[in-house]
């Protein structure tokens, strides 16, 4: 039996939801190009194919959180923006315009990451319109043979590193200064260098001639250095001279306001009561101070 014309209806996606409701949910496949347009708009791509790394087309394609006040304040680097980035690094290399993405080589233990390391590579990546940074991990050996042995291996080091969001490329066990074999394996266009590493007295000799020979080809990038200002931590209670609690929350000791500084100004006990005012029977009350803090117990 077959139902009448009138309860025929057909059933599709526009009957139930309108275009409208769909619009909230169809962020992927709407339209031919949605897929790259959506992931292009989270900035987890610039482009299709594998040749394209992360973020390398465009600096300004990425969206960075703004640095916290307190940042601002201690790491004098972490509030520059893009265009400061960028107008440092062409005054460093005289004016001179790069075409297309630009290879830019940032090295060092990272041992841990630092914030030092992570301003570092900012700069490495901000200064060309269009930067593909490539992080050298120094391997394990080269680390140890420089009295700078590493806490993690070079395989952890380079995983902790392949997530910060302005490294597009990891080259673990780099070696610990730069040669032209080093530069043309990987088709480095710059190597990032600190600003003052040549005068810095604890600034490896070895690398330093690495940076002599990539200012010698023209390829030294200089970058900011980072100057951090934080506070020093809170002394502990050993530290500013006052006396742990007991397992019964009482204060050992004497009270701070029966206590004398020696000329160091480091606090002193009283002198002990005279023999005479003391007692060795055991049964005896004990005597209180003026603060009610009861003394030979």
Not at 60 to 68: G, I, K, L, N
Not at 253 to 273: I, N, S
Request: charged share 25%; glycine share 8%; net charge negative.
């Amino acid at each position: 039996m077959h139902a009448p014309p009138a309860m025929r209806r057909s059933i599709d996606a526009s009957s139930v939801l309108s275009y409208d409701d769909l619009a909230d949910y169809d962020v992927i496949s709407d339209g031919p190009r949605s897929l790259e347009s959506s992931i292009a708009d989270l900035a987890l791509a610039d482009g299709p194919g594998p040749a394209h790394s992360r973020g390398s087309a465009h600096a300004d394609a990425f969206y960075e959180p703004p640095p916290a006040p307190a940042a601002r304040d201690a790491f004098d680097t972490a509030g520059l923006a893009p265009e400061e980035v960028q107008a440092y690094a062409q005054r460093a290399l005289g004016g001179r315009k790069e075409a297309g993405t630009v290879r830019v080589y940032v090295d060092g233990a990272f041992d841990p990451l630092s914030v030092r390391d992570v301003l570092r590579l900012r700069q490495a990546k901000l200064s060309f319109p269009s930067a593909h940074v490539l992080a050298g991990v120094f391997a394990d050996a080269a680390c140890a043979a420089h009295g700078a042995p590493a806490r993690a291996t070079c395989l952890e080091r380079a995983e902790i590193v392949r997530h910060c969001r302005w490294v597009d490329e990891v080259l673990p066990d780099a070696p610990w200064a730069v040669d032209e074999a080093w530069l043309g394996r990987w088709r480095i266009d710059y190597v990032a260098v600190d600003e003052g590493s040549s005068v810095d007295p604890a600034c490896d000799r070895a690398r330093l001639r690495g940076f002599d020979l990539a200012k010698s080809l023209g390829q030294a990038l200089p970058v900011r250095r980072t100057t951090v200002r934080l506070p020093a931590p809170a002394a502990s209670a050993s530290q500013s001279g006052q006396e742990p609690n007991s397992r019964q929350g009482t204060i050992k000791g004497l009270p701070p306001a029966l206590r004398k500084a020696d000329g160091d100004g480091q606090p002193q006990h009283t002198q002990e009561a005279a023999p005479s005012e003391r007692t060795d029977d055991p049964f005896e009350e004990p005597k209180l101070d003026e603060f009610g803090t009861g003394y030979g117990i």
